[in-house]
């Protein structure tokens, strides 16, 4: 009878196996489309592995085209052993032969390995004979429960997360890998560190699952193992060839092709009386579960790898791989090896460990997401443009078997809009129509813009013209002028009005020309500082207001040029002791004429370009018109 063995035998190990870099991702969303579980989310404008969800199976390690996606990298750990002086042995995946097609012999290929420093180099197509003969006593013990694989780490992985009520179907048998430890260690002792070389990336998630017997201490990809022979310049010319450490495989060796091991124990894959469905790739194993679950008229046991073309082709192995030509060599080199087979010291050891236990459990890790509302579907639909198509075929550029299944990821955070190739070219479209359109437009007003700059910058140039000759004619004016901002800052000034007010001014107009952005309010009298106030705040202009400061006797006047915003103010020195009264009349008119004179000539220069300055020269003019005449006071 076949008993299956209930109590725990395998610890829970939470442990990344992939990881992204993102400061070499480039955002192609290529992995997400190939992630069978929905394992890999945007953060910060990079991919991002969710290791909860993440099955280690390998399909962005390979679509990557920017090298952003690496594996746990073993190799480190594996020399710190071998320098440690430990018994360390390798057992190698079957599926050897497919890969390293450039060594000539499989002898050759085991030297290199013991020159790395293993003591112990096995075969685990040992431990898939003895897995395989297990499989065919569950067959056989048939009592209306049907079985899936336990043989891809991948499966396991993706069973326990996503279809959790497929648990108790799957067959409770550890894989060949895990059964080559136990056999290695009870023949090598359980001091012995394995060393597990293959083609998977899921297999370094699955090692860490067993304690005991049965760990499987680090795996070596056959990538990281061509490193390695490289790193230590190990060739097939510079290394003695050697054999497989006993005991040695039977047909195990075809353990990593579609039915191979179930081939090489007979049992019946005959389509009329047979039992067993065999398939491989991720589109055929996602398919074949999800018909297992949902019809019961699906009477079969599965027998499923998820890499196409199974273990011969797996992220672990040497990319450009051709899946036909590997197999061909895997069927080749176990044809060789069994013609000088032992087949009863196979046997022999076949009945000697077939006694060790070979059960094992699983874990409920459902990571399964709720349904999102119809309305939130909806809505990503609409916006995917493939409303009322929920029931039509999608392209499946996306890696999702439906636009809906896409909607649905897009709504749970695990997916983009825009990994739809549609949504992607409509809105390229979209945008081109907009851009041609919004190019017509800019063509046809090209000229006119070009015309439109032309007239603009002969404005500018006069413009500044005539502010380089008025500011020439302000610094002659006699009479101290002023211009400020809303803010009392000089906007512009003569060098008259920065001589009014004395040996600071002038200090300061040495580093600041015209004293330019220089706070009024820092340079005169309060009593001063407040006429220019209250013209901004009123627009209400003063004329004509005497003041003291100190020897002098200034006449101010102050006008607005912008309603609050820009005022000016003509300063005038009224009181000059060496001159008699009646000559300071006569010079104040002789000044007042000339100035008259000299503004009008501004204000024909600067014409309709300067329309601030016309006005502040003209409210000048007006001041002195009203002062024309008069005498100081």
């Known amino acids: ?180 430890a136990q056999v290695v260690r009870e023949k090598y002792g359980s001091d012995v560190k394995i060393v597990y070389i293959g083609p998977c990336t899921a297999a370094k998630d699955e090692a860490h699952r067993y304690e005991g017997d049965r760990k499987v201490d680090i795996v070596l990809t056959f990538k990281e193992l061509r490193d390695m022979f490289t790193e230590a310049g190990v060739t097939e010319n510079n290394v003695e060839f050697a054999d497989f450490d006993p005991p040695i495989g039977g047909k195990g060796s075809l353990f990593p092709i579609s039915r191979g091991m179930f081939q090489s124990v007979g049992i019946n894959e005959d389509l009329m009386s047979g039992q067993l469905i065999c398939t491989d790739g991720k589109a055929n194993v996602l398919h074949a579960l999800k018909e297992f679950e949902n019809f019961s008229q699906l009477k079969q046991h599965l027998d499923l790898f998820y890499c196409d073309g199974n273990c011969i082709m797996g992220p672990g192995t040497s990319q450009g791989g051709q899946k036909f030509l590997r197999r061909s060599l895997v069927i080749s080199y176990t044809k060789k090896r069994l013609l000088n087979w032992d087949k009863e010291e196979w046997e022999k050891n076949i009945e000697t460990y077939m006694k060790l236990n070979f059960f094992r459990d699983f874990h409920n890790l459902d990571m399964r997401l709720p349904n999102p509302s119809e309305e939130q579907i909806s ?33 749970n955070g695990l997916a983009q809009i825009d990994m739809c190739n549609t949504y992607v070219v409509q809105s390229k479209t979209k945008y081109k129509r907009r851009l041609k359109a919004a190019n ?46 809303e803010n009392i800052r000089v906007l512009q000034s003569n060098q008259s009005f920065i001589n009014l007010l004395g040996a600071d001014a002038l200090e300061i107009a040495d580093v600041v020309p015209g004293l330019i952005g220089a706070d009024l309010k820092t340079m005169v009298a309060p009593y001063i500082y407040n006429y220019f106030n209250y013209v901004l705040e009123t627009d209400i202009s003063v004329h ?29 020195d009224m009181y000059v002791p060496e001159v008699r009264k009646e000559e300071v009349v006569s010079r104040i008119n002789e000044v007042i004429d000339k100035n008259l004179k000299l503004i009008q000539e501004i204000a024909f220069l600067m014409g309709e370009g300067a329309s601030d300055t016309e006005q502040m020269l003209n409210s000048i003019i007006e001041s002195y018109k009203s002062r024309k005449g008069q005498s100081p006071q």
């Open 379 to 411: 809505e990503v639909m609409r916006q995917l443009g493939r409303e009322g198509y929920e029931n039509k075929a999608s392209c499946g550029a996306c890696g999702y078997e439906s636009c809906r299944d896409l909607a649905v990821a897009v709504v």
């Open 544 to 572: 004509n207001k005497d003041i003291h400061l100190g020897d002098s006797l200034l006449n101010i006047s102050v006008f607005s040029i912008k309603p609050n915003k820009i005022v000016g103010a003509i300063i005038r």
């Open 440 to 485: 017509e437009k800019l063509s046809n007003t090209q000229k006119a813009l070009t015309e439109s700059e032309q007239i603009t910058r002969h404005e500018q140039e006069a413009f500044q013209e005539a502010s380089k000759i008025t500011s020439g004619l302000l610094n002659k004016l006699p009479t101290g002028v002023v211009i400020v901002d």
């Open 1 to 180: 009878m076949f008993e299956v063995r209930t109590e725990p035998i395998e610890k829970k190990v939470d442990m990344q196996v992939i990881k992204i870099n993102p400061d070499k991702c480039k955002l192609c969303y290529a992995c997400i489309r190939v992630c069978p579980s929905n394992a890999i989310k945007i953060v910060n404008n990079a991919a991002e592995i969710i290791p909860d969800r993440c099955i280690a199976c390998g399909s962005c390690l390979t679509v990557c085209p920017f090298s952003a996606i690496k594996d746990l990298d073993s190799k480190r750990e594996v020399s710190a052993y071998i320098r440690s002086g430990v018994k360390v042995a390798a057992i190698c995946a079957p599926s050897i032969s497919g890969e390293f097609s450039d060594i000539s012999a499989y002898t050759n290929f085991v030297g290199m390995i013991k020159a790395l420093g293993f003591q112990y180099v096995c075969e685990v197509s040992f431990g898939a004979d003895l897995v395989a003969l297990k499989y065919r006593e569950l067959f056989a013990d048939f009592k209306g429960k049907y079985f899936i694989t336990a043989n891809c780490p991948a499966i396991v992985g993706y069973v326990e997360r996503y279809h959790p009520s497929l648990i108790d179907n799957m067959a409770p048998l550890i894989s060949p890998m895990v059964a080559t």
